[in-house]
């Protein structure tokens, strides 16, 4: 296993933390250090926890024409002065698919994690006490050769980002209002749908903005196919919770393997819920929303955890899911997680690692 290299910025050099996090717009402030590798000649070399700072990349860098990157996100909480990662060897595990899907070089799993806990233990006190706060975490992987044309890359950069945060909706957890996408898609079959690459967000910008515009948080995903079936919500897994059973979409090569997914599934599983992964329509939907058999709906994912939608617009009406509330079985999952994930209730899963 490679050496770590350690340069800490000076005390006295260090950032001033946001008094307030709940105020600070997500992803918008970063802790005084990251880490950093580069891969070049068939191996990774250089591992150094450093100050943050900006890249110096050439113009002619592969991922800023082509854009063979990958990237996770994953969070830290505390409670009181323990600091907890939940499932972080799914997140490493997830960004290799990712990499291996866009012809990049994997990392080692094990060095991957031990240097992710040694950047968070050096900035632990970034880590926010506030409940519904975390310190975001991005690992991204990127083509930095400096050569025009349309091939992998020899080259790479693999670097580490931190950032203190509140809710990712400016909502909270509250109910999000949903605006579903029959004109735009975001991925399909055979295409990179299920690898966490930039290609995949960028596809969404236009559907989000023209979302948000009309006073909508996200879009929700139909299949690109026959615009029929449900796929994600923004950049969330979604869950429908019918009146005998909780369904979501199948993982079928256009969605994204969500690690809060897989734990929604595992939980409901195992409180005696009927949990199946199936294909939804959205006429199905809609029609449950009319006649009642749809009760619950929620997205979930690293950034917001368990997002309850209150109202889904489609086709220029809106109806509203449920009373338009946070349903019992949505707060319930969000209690749940975000307990464990906060070490204030019992893992019996094994999910979370103590830095």
Avoid at 108 to 125: C, G, M, P, V, Y
Avoid at 163 to 186: C, L, Q, T, W
Avoid at 235 to 250: L, R, S
Avoid at 306 to 324: E, F, M, N, R, S
């Amino acid at each position: 296993m490679m050496d770590l290299g350690i340069d800490l910025v000076p005390v006295e050099k260090r950032k001033s933390k946001p008094a307030d996090v709940l105020s600070v717009a997500f992803g918008t402030v970063f802790t005084d250090h990251m880490f950093s590798m580069n891969y070049s000649n068939g191996k990774w070399k250089n591992p150094m926890i450093g100050a943050f700072q900006s890249l110096s990349l050439s113009p002619a860098a592969l991922v800023l024409h082509y854009g063979q990157g990958v990237f996770e996100g994953l969070k830290a909480y505390r409670r009181g002065e323990r600091v907890f990662l939940f499932r972080p060897d799914k997140n490493i595990e997830r960004l290799n698919l990712s990499a291996e899907r866009m012809v990049m070089p994997t990392l080692d799993n094990d060095f991957a994690l031990q240097s992710l806990k040694k950047l968070i233990h050096i900035e632990r006190d970034w880590v926010p006490q506030v409940p519904g706060s975390s310190l975001y975490i991005r690992p991204t992987l990127i083509g930095v050769e400096p050569k025009l044309g349309v091939r992998p890359s020899t080259e790479y950069l693999y670097y580490v980002i931190l950032s203190p945060v509140g809710p990712y909706f400016k909502e909270g957890f509250n109910p999000v209002s949903i605006m579903i996408a029959d004109r735009h898609v975001r991925a399909a079959q055979g295409g990179i749908g299920t690898a966490k690459t930039m290609g995949n967000y960028a596809a969404g910008l236009l559907a989000g903005t023209e979302a948000n515009r009309a006073g909508y948080s996200q879009v929700l995903w139909l299949d690109a196919h026959e615009r029929k079936y449900l796929e994600e919500v923004g950049t969330m897994n979604i869950f429908v919770m019918f009146d005998d059973e909780i369904a979501t979409p199948p993982l079928g090569g256009t969605i994204l393997s969500g690690i809060t997914r897989d734990s929604v599934l595992q939980i409901a599983s195992d409180w005696g819920l009927n949990v199946k992964e199936r294909r939804i329509s959205i006429d199905e939907v809609m029609s449950g929303l009319k006649d009642g058999k749809v009760k619950e709906i929620f997205g979930c994912g690293t950034a917001a955890i368990i997002a309850p939608i209150g109202t889904l617009h489609y086709k220029d009406t809106p109806y509203t899911v449920g009373a338009g509330g946070i349903g019992p079985t949505t707060q319930k999952f969000y209690d749940e997680i975000v307990g464990i994930q906060s070490g204030e209730r019992e893992d019996p899963y094994g999910w979370v690692i103590e830095v």
